[in-house]
């Protein structure tokens, strides 16, 4: 019974199924399990079989040949290759889904880094190697990294995503946790010396908990709100004028909209096209504004973008509209307002906001296909 | 008895020092061996080497097992990365790539197809010498002081934070590179224009079809190797920013171009050794193999198709999902001619007439451990299953299951079927025949625990882990102990046999294959006359009618006289 129990309870051979994505991730795998181990056994059978029928009766026996057949070769062609695809479509449709990010996701602002994991709440709460998230909500993570490339990796999420550097780029993966506890963080892309340390708990609360995690936490405001100050230090606000009357583009209202760039092109403005704008300025030049802007590269730190970029966001599109709803986190937006709802949905690996998926709610901009640079 | 197990020197053939004459006594002295143009010495001369490397690869491999018995470890960090990166280097570059192409295909493409040597016999030296230099980069980068990058030298840690021999190793590799160039290079040359009289290409052995594809893949992807290395060279010691973002450079760009070259590469290793295994199973079974154009047709879509699924590597590294589809699903194309041809080897064996020794041994152990490596290929192929399982040990245990399970069978199998032709000599089959149950026994314990590892979430390349996945490491420790000791017995009884193993009968399996038709070893020009081809491939004649053509002591033949060159080559 209990052998039953334990090999039927497949705890043995599959990690926690501690999120929306990882039953289907497991139901593929044990269709594969199940379809590989019976092609497997077949194939044995019938070389174990022939093995002992046709052994060598005697030294000097010379059996006669025997001509290939068409219909076999056919047969044993085209049938794999119609499992092939079925494994194809599925995997697939898994892929995609992990991929295509919903639209009511809240942020997690992650930087990893030789050899620990940084993370950000919009909220304003910081944390090292330890994660704490609620259960039963769409969490989006973007990624960066000051160094090498990593990879974030949740095996009980059965998500992973890599977090590559680069001006232009935040990796980005989502998950929805459905169960409360304490899951491994690893990094799966070898990244030197102590790449088996850098290793986290992400640990999944109840909602309950987690605000009340998040209001025990160090108070320095909201990444908003501090990036909000940072717009003034690194003195953005004297060119990025509110009214719209410095050498630069006013940021109200832009975050999630399309822009129009010199030349012609359009470009979705989110979170790797600011990062970009920060880092390269002169990568993409707004469309009527001069190639004026220093870069920040080396002075704004990872986790200090990330706090610009919760600023630029909370003063969207949506704020806008709804003046006085500043600080762009969930608890103090107005109510029936879902901030996050600002973002147009991406399905992206990471890099470049590419294609805005068919059939999604109603975006503030539909962004149509395009790529990076 | 039959004519097979005639003692050849007891047929009055001529002899040197009561030995046989052949390739082997045609010259003596270190300067014969090393200034030969002879491709069979090459051959020896890359088996002695390539060999060397093996058991050196092989020590890392036990002691990265050895680190991974406690969760902990039991090297340091640093340390460790220097391990697994020199057990891949060493297995990858300077083993599995040269294994069975430069040792078994230079020893036997040109007399399997009936020609005196390969087409360009001092290209061939020199990629022996080529091999050897950039094996030598290799070994000093490892020995002095080592390289932690993985044998993947992802950018940027490659090019702008390690600290360790990237550059060494990277020279070393180039020149390697090379090597494999000029060795692939000869190959298709000699395919096509010095087969013997009616050796049409369908008449051609699969061991020769597989040669060639890989030859094909050897001479379109290498150059992307060494193109990519040197731009690592560029980007590490000029700071060209090529790679690295903060010099302005992509490091994504490095990882398509490195698996450009590196998927192909799997292929590099793994269809010779296919080659190799039509071989065991039709000539251990006596059987003509089941679907021959089939099979010979797979070799080259999966040398074709190899070339369009690289960004498979990719599908968590922020490609494209788009991408990501079409990689997928052409990863999903090249399993079917792999699939071709399992079946066709396994309808091979129907009706045959299987010995149980070795050769027909690890012939079976590829079919059966290349089942399960190409099987987990078709999970780690579909994108849902990779994103969990990349970069963890379902991966590793997955393309060792390939290349160990599949290439070093095949290489080892080959070794064994063909070891009298090279050496003169045969292998202990009682000993052959325990060693590979043991190494068969040994791999499946090292790996198989590596799937659930994999599942489970068990990174690769770490030095330390969580505790819970101890059970599993430890198991896969000592299955690697065990395939160590099979590994030693085979280095064991081979060595021994070069002095007391049975001296080999040209044809000491009733096989078929023009190398059959030829002394055991062979003489220096493959054959006492020019052979005409008049059968298929794998016809299996009554065994008494299998001589070697124009033996001098053939007594059906007594009209035939000693080739004249032969006695007068020094
Ligand atoms: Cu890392
Ligand atoms: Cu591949």
């Known amino acids: 019974m209990m052998l039953g129990k334990f090999i039927l309870g497949m705890s043995w051979m599959l990690p926690e199924q501690a999120s929306t994505y990882a039953p289907e991730v497991d139901n593929l795998y044990l269709f594969l399990v199940g379809t590989t181990i019976f092609f497997t056994v077949l194939i044995s059978a019938a070389i174990l079989y022939f093995f002992v029928k046709f052994r060598r009766r005697s030294e000097s026996e010379v059996p006669r040949p025997v001509a290939g057949s068409m219909v076999l070769e056919t047969a044993w062609t085209v049938i794999p290759f119609f499992i092939s695809i079925g494994m194809f479509a599925w995997g697939a449709k898994i892929y995609l889904d992990q991929y295509t990010i919903p639209n009511d996701a809240q942020d997690i602002y992650v930087v990893a880094k030789q050899w620990m994991w940084k993370f950000q709440h919009p909220e304003g709460q910081r944390e090292i190697n330890e994660l704490h998230i609620p259960v039963g909500k769409k969490i989006r993570f973007v990624m960066a990294t000051e160094d090498v490339i990593h990879s974030f990796y949740i095996p009980a999420f059965r998500i992973k995503e890599d977090v590559v550097p680069g001006p232009n780029r935040y990796s980005t993966v989502w998950a929805e946790a459905t169960m409360t506890g304490t899951f491994h963080i690893f990094c799966a892309e070898y990244c030197g010396t102590s790449h088996s340390g850098m290793i986290g708990w992400v640990t999944v609360m109840d909602d309950k908990d987690y605000q009340a995690w998040l209001s025990g936490g160090a108070a320095q405001g909201s990444m908003a709100e501090r990036g909000a100050n940072l717009f003034q230090q690194f003195g953005c606000i004297t060119c990025h004028k509110s009214d719209g009357s410095g050498q630069c583009p006013k940021l109200e209202g832009k975050y999630g909209t399309m822009e129009t760039l010199q030349g012609g092109e359009k470009v979705l403005i989110d979170d790797s096209y600011i990062r970009e704008s920060i880092l390269s300025p002169l990568a993409k030049i707004v469309a009527g504004y001069q190639p004026i802007m220093p870069s920040f590269q080396g002075q704004a730190s990872e986790e200090q973008l990330q706090m610009l970029i919760a600023y630029i966001k909370s003063i969207g599109p949506a704020a806008a509209a709804a003046p006085g709803a500043g600080g762009g986190s969930s608890k103090i937006s107005p109510p029936g307002m879902n901030p996050a709802a600002q973002r147009p949905p991406i399905m992206s690996t990471g890099g470049a906001s590419m294609i805005a998926p068919v059939g999604q709610p109603a975006q503030p901009v539909q962004a149509p296909p395009q790529s990076q640079k | ?570």
Do not use: C
């Open chain 2, 1 to 570: 008895m039959s004519l097979i197990a005639v003692d050849p020197i007891e047929m009055g053939a001529p002899q040197v020092d009561g030995e046989p004459l052949s390739y082997l006594n045609d010259g003596h002295g270190l300067r014969s061996w090393l200034l030969t143009k002879d491709h069979k010495r090459i051959a020896i001369l890359y088996l002695i080497t390539v060999s060397t490397f093996f058991v050196i690869g092989g020590i890392f491999a036990l002691l990265v097992r050895i680190n991974l018995l406690s969760p902990n470890g039991v090297f340091d960090a640093d340390t460790y990365n220097r391990l697994f990166t020199a057990h891949g280097i060493v297995m990858v570059f300077f083993f599995l790539v040269p294994a069975v192409p430069a040792i078994l295909g230079n020893f036997l493409l040109p007399i399997m197809i009936g020609a005196k040597d390969l087409a360009f016999p001092k290209i061939n030296l020199l990629s022996w010498y080529m091999y050897m230099l950039g094996a030598t980069f290799g070994l000093i980068a490892i020995i002095a002081g080592g390289v932690d990058t993985g044998w993947t030298f992802y950018t940027p840690y490659s090019t702008s934070y390690s600290n360790s021999n990237v550059l060494l190793a990277g020279i070393g590799i180039f020149i390697v590179g090379f090597s494999s160039i000029l060795t692939g290079l000869n190959f298709i040359v000699t395919t096509h224009t010095m087969r013997a009289p009616g050796m049409t290409w369908f008449r051609l052995p699969l061991f020769v079809w597989g040669q060639y594809a890989t030859a094909l893949v050897i001479m379109l992807a290498t150059p992307v190797l060494a193109i990519t290395v040197s731009l690592m060279a560029l980007e590490r010691i000029a700071h060209v920013g090529i790679f690295d973002p903060a010099m302005g450079g992509d490091p994504v760009l490095f990882q398509h171009m490195f698996w450009f070259y590196s998927h192909p590469a799997v292929y590099i290793m793994v269809l010779p050794a296919m080659g190799v295994v039509s071989e065991l199973i039709a000539n251990m079974s006596r059987k003509n193999v089941f679907g021959y154009k089939f099979v010979a047709m797979s070799s080259l879509a999966i040398a074709v198709f190899g070339f369009l699924v690289w960004g498979h590597h990719l599908f968590v590294s922020t490609q494209s999902v788009y991408l990501g589809l079409i990689f997928s699903f052409l990863s999903y194309a090249v399993a079917i001619p792999s699939a071709i041809k399992v079946f066709n080897w396994t309808a091979t064996l129907y009706k045959g007439s299987i010995s149980y020794d070795t050769p027909m041994l690890y012939g079976l152990g590829f079919i059966g451990l290349f089942l399960i490596g190409g099987m987990t290929g078709l999970y780690v192929a579909a994108l849902g299953i990779d994103v969990h399982v990349t970069d963890t040990y379902f991966v590793i245990a997955h393309f060792h299951y390939v290349m160990v399970g599949g290439s070093l069978m095949g290489f080892l199998g080959g070794m064994h079927l063909w070891w009298g032709k090279m050496t003169g000599r045969q292998y202990p089959e009682y000993w052959a025949r325990a060693a590979m149950v043991i190494q068969f026994v040994g791999f499946n314990l090292t790996f198989f625990p590596q799937f659930i590892l994999g599942y489970l979430g068990m990174p690769r390349r770490y030095a330390a882990y969580p505790p819970e996945f101890q059970v599993l490491h430890v198991l896969s420790t000592a299955g690697a102990s065990i395939l160590g000791i099979g590994m030693l017995i085979t280095i064991v009884y081979f060595i021994w046999s070069l002095k007391n193993g049975k001296r080999a009968p040209a044809n000491p399996w009733g096989a078929s294959g023009l190398e059959w038709r030829t002394s055991s070893p062979p003489p220096t020009e493959n054959f006492y006359e020019t052979p005409i081809v008049t059968w298929e491939a794998y016809e299996f004649a009554p065994i008494e009618s299998m001589q070697v053509l124009g033996y001098p002591g053939d007594s059906s033949r007594s009209t035939q006289p000693v080739p004249k060159e032969h006695g007068t080559e020094d």
